[in-house]
């Protein structure tokens, strides 16, 4: 029997739908409307699409949106003086630096000057503390989508074997963060792993976010496990090679044949990011405040 495919898009949706009646509950009983700052530097193709489906999600689940484009050439000392100048915007919650920044600037050190309490995409060094010792955080927003998907699908995870292929500060080590505070048994493999085939094929809950075309085939997963690929990668159309398509870090068609779920790709992960953007606002917005956060919203 084929896996049961988790469908990212409508999930997002349906996230996206939730947010927007908090915010209009917000704003009806306390006059409060979530701000998201975007800071784009440079004429990245990827991240001007990217920046711009925020901004129209934004708008659209009733948040304020505000963008600051910057040319590449900015001096570093002028986007920090911009993160400082958003730090202490009351209008805003939320602020997010899109990377990658220019080989000139330093992104830690931009990352870092973020108000911890407004760095929805989790990425600052105390947000990144706080998680790994079990504490309030604000989460990055792919594994806090990837966590949604898992418990929406499995209900609870606890005490489930669940297996992380990468270790990137952004996905792979706060992914396993967030199983481990959902009581799974984690491990995180990686390009060194030894036999990583057999580590794949323990695993309840297979995790792919390497970043490389079709790594894991079918036969690394476990019958009946819940695949969540991450990976985004274009590759040549094997149909016209002028062309490219998309595909993940699982081979699909093999793995869905064997998977009890599977995210596929486009249409899985990649949706959620920015719904979980808008709900980390919504997060920031309402601890700021001192207001209960949304639940079923948060990690």
């Not at 939730?18 to 917000?26: I, K, R, S």
């Not at 699409?49 to 002028?78: I, W």
């Amino acid at each position: 029997m084929a896996a049961t495919i988790l469908d990212g898009k409508a999930f997002a949706a349906t996230v996206r739908a939730q947010v927007a009646t908090h915010v209009a509950a917000l704003k009806a009983s306390h006059g409060l409307t979530p701000g998201l700052a975007v800071v784009l530097v440079g004429e990245d193709p990827a991240s001007q699409v990217y920046v711009r489906n925020k901004g129209k999600q934004t708008a659209e689940a009733g948040m304020a949106s505000f963008e600051h484009k910057l040319d590449a050439s900015t001096p570093e000392a002028d986007i920090l003086a911009i993160v400082d100048k958003l730090n202490a915007d009351p209008a805003v919650h939320g602020i997010l630096v899109q990377l990658p920044l220019p080989g000139h600037v330093d992104s830690a050190k931009v990352i870092n000057r973020i108000d911890p309490a407004k760095d929805v995409d989790g990425f600052h060094i105390s947000n990144v503390g706080l998680l790994s010792t079990g504490q309030k955080a604000m989460v990055p927003c792919t594994p806090l989508g990837c966590l949604m998907m898992l418990r929406s699908h499995l209900g609870d995870l606890s005490g489930l074997n669940a297996v992380v292929v990468g270790r990137s500060n952004i996905v792979g080590k706060p992914m396993a963060q967030l199983l481990l505070g959902d009581s799974c048994t984690v491990t995180i493999a990686h390009s060194r792993t030894r036999d990583l085939a057999a580590t794949c094929r323990a695993a309840d809950i297979l995790v792919a976010a390497v970043g490389r075309p079709e790594m894991i085939p079918g036969d690394w997963v476990k019958p009946g496990a819940t695949v969540i690929d991450v990976g985004i990668n274009r590759v040549p159309h094997p149909d016209d090679p002028a062309k490219t398509k998309l595909v993940g870090d699982v081979h699909f068609a093999s793995a869905v044949a064997v998977a009890g779920a599977i995210t596929p790709v486009p249409g899985g992960v990649g949706p959620m990011t920015i719904a979980c953007l808008l709900a980390n606002t919504l997060t920031a917005c309402c601890r700021a405040n001192g207001l209960p956060e949304p639940e079923g919203l948060t990690a």
